[in-house]
């Protein structure tokens, strides 16, 4: 009977001990499941707020390319940041177009200042250059070939820059005379520039405030779609010109000009500091 109860006793302290350890593994089982939990959560919480920080990293930008029906020229159009060299592009695109309005453009009321503009925007080897060609004595200046009653409107198409001081304007050239149908044509003219610090009137920097010059102007036929085109035959026989006053030339008589006799001022360039 004694054997039988220490039996007895031994078979539950054994049952005991499976339950126990069976609990224990539970325990330890749960603990571990707990552990790798945490840390996965952890992995994931650390993975959106990774992808989270890099989200202002990734700017999408849309560019509008614009693409000219008649030359097929392709012109990205971009928009204006916070980047000083992107402002100091601005302003020189600014600058470039402007002269060419300005050496290009005609108007009998507009002669004047845009001859005057031109000069303080050159250098002196550009101002006589300029000169030159709107010397009445020369048949191709503006005023044989354009007269008193013709205009020429510069349209800008693009501006880009070959190096940082020589930009590419192309633009148009409409040619209207009245009632006539104007005359269109594609050009393209390559610039090269600077600033300087050369003295000016308080006039002549309002007009040119940071002292652009020009150093170097070319201007290119870029593509030709009329046959319209200025020939010599257009170009008015400066014999059959009916005497006007020049009315472009600053502090200057004011002469009346025939076939024969023209009196043109040169520029007054700037003065260096």
């Given amino acids: ?28 089982s749960r603990k571990t499941a707990w552990i790798v939990a945490s840390v996965a959560s952890s992995i994931a919480l650390v993975s959106v707020f990774a992808v989270a920080a890099l989200t202002p990293l990734k700017n999408v930008e849309p560019y509008v390319i614009r693409v000219d029906n008649s030359t097929g020229i392709v012109d990205v159009i971009n928009a204006m940041d916070d980047s000083k060299t992107n402002y100091d592009e601005a302003v020189n695109k600014y600058f470039t177009q402007l002269y060419v309005r300005y050496r290009e453009g005609y108007a009998k009321d507009l002669a004047e200042e845009y001859y005057v503009n031109v000069g303080l925007m050159s250098v002196g080897p550009e101002q006589q250059k300029y000169y030159e060609s709107f010397n009445p004595k020369n048949p191709l200046s503006p005023l044989n070939v354009y007269g008193q009653y013709a205009k020429v409107k510069t349209r800008i198409k693009s501006t880009s820059f070959i190096k940082p001081d020589v930009a590419l304007v192309r633009y148009t050239k409409e040619v209207e005379r009245g009632a006539e ?93």
């Fill in 181 to 273: 149908k104007p005359q269109v044509t594609h050009w393209a003219a390559t610039i090269t520039f600077k600033y300087n610090g050369a003295r000016m009137a308080e006039k002549d920097r309002a007009t040119n405030p940071l002292g652009f010059q020009v150093v170097e102007y070319r201007n290119d036929l870029d593509a030709i779609h009329d046959t319209n085109l200025l020939s010599p035959a257009s170009v008015q026989n400066t014999a059959n010109i009916q005497p006007h006053t020049i009315s472009v030339f600053p502090e200057q008589p004011q002469p009346q000009l025939n076939s024969s006799t023209a009196v043109v001022p040169t520029f007054a360039p700037a003065q260096n500091p």
């Fill in 1 to 28: 009977m004694k054997k039988e109860k220490d039996n007895f006793e031994q078979y539950l302290s054994e049952a005991r001990s499976w339950e126990n350890d069976k609990v224990l593994e539970l325990y330890k």
